[in-house]
């Protein structure tokens, strides 16, 4: 039973017209009915205001679409406005021969997503941010199976907490692979389309998931937007969590406060080592 909006007409209809400006960035309604892997009959429905999309379907819809479940219900001319200082989302034109760079990666995940199945979950990710040196970062990361491979949300607010200022929030979306032993997350900033950033973990091999390790490399937040390197810390939360609790513990945090565990704060030190020539992650 397909009930999202049972009793709100009003949302509804902000949502069909919401639908109809998002696909309009697309070359086709029928492209965006293949990559979502949704039949055009049904699409027309959500189109139409006919059918209610379910949570899940509209989950997946939002995830296609770059934005979240409360933005696509928005009123119409709020909407417009978000739309209006993304990047448009284009379609990447096919290889020429069927295996481009996006076929190599789906062959890869599909080889290493079983690998993967005891780290999702919820994480604390921890990093001296890269656009407020000095402060440490704690943000939200959700690793999850998906039909196409291990997926993963993360949150950033670039705010101190317990300000009342809301600050900057970056959402990034990314994927997982596990080769070779050692476990690489891609993501780009959903919200701008500005940046990607690569981090490479070492896995544990204890039965339970505790503490991930190793480096992160992006783009600073700041004007300058430097490329920056950094230890990340991935504290293991559970496979269900209080999320809008755990979000409201995110943010910019002093090395002092007390919130973080010493051996997190050790292990995001990013000063070198015995004289290493490389900069180096901190297994645990």
């Not at 699409?43 to 989950?59: D, I, M, V």
């Amino acid at each position: 039973m397909e009930s999202a909006f049972d009793g709100d007409d009003t949302r509804l209809d902000d949502l069909c017209r919401n639908l109809r400006l998002a696909c309009s960035y697309h070359p086709s309604i029928a492209q965006v009915c293949r990559k979502l892997g949704i039949n055009r009959p049904q699409f027309n429905k959500y189109l139409s205001g006919a059918t209610r999309p379910s949570a899940h379907t509209l989950q997946r819809i939002c995830d296609f679409f770059g934005v979240e479940p409360h933005e696509i219900v928005l009123p119409h001319t709020r909407f417009t406005q978000i739309l209006s200082v993304r990047p448009a989302t284009r379609a990447p034109a096919p290889a020429a021969d069927g295996k481009g760079y996006i076929a190599h990666l789906e062959r890869l995940q599909q080889q290493t997503r079983s690998s993967l199945d005891k780290y999702l979950g919820f994480y604390f990710e921890y990093y001296y941010s890269m656009a407020f040196p000095g402060s440490v970062l704690r943000s939200l990361f959700y690793l999850q199976q998906r039909d196409d491979g291990v997926r993963y949300r993360r949150i950033e607010r670039l705010s101190h907490l317990g300000q009342r200022t809301s600050g900057f929030r970056c959402r990034y979306l990314g994927m997982a692979l596990h080769l070779n032993e050692r476990i690489f997350l891609l993501d780009y900033e959903s919200l701008t389309g500005n940046e990607l950033t690569q981090t490479i973990l070492y896995p544990t091999y204890k039965s339970r998931v505790n503490n991930l390790t190793g480096l992160k490399i992006g783009v600073s937040a700041s004007d300058r937007r430097e490329p920056a390197c950094a230890r990340v810390v991935m504290q293991y939360l559970g496979h269900s969590i209080d999320v809008r609790g755990a979000l409201r513990q995110c943010g910019l945090l002093s090395p002092e406060d007390t919130s973080i565990d010493p051996d997190v704060l050790r292990r995001i030190d990013n000063r070198q080592h015995g004289g290493d020539y490389h900069f180096l992650g901190l297994p645990f």
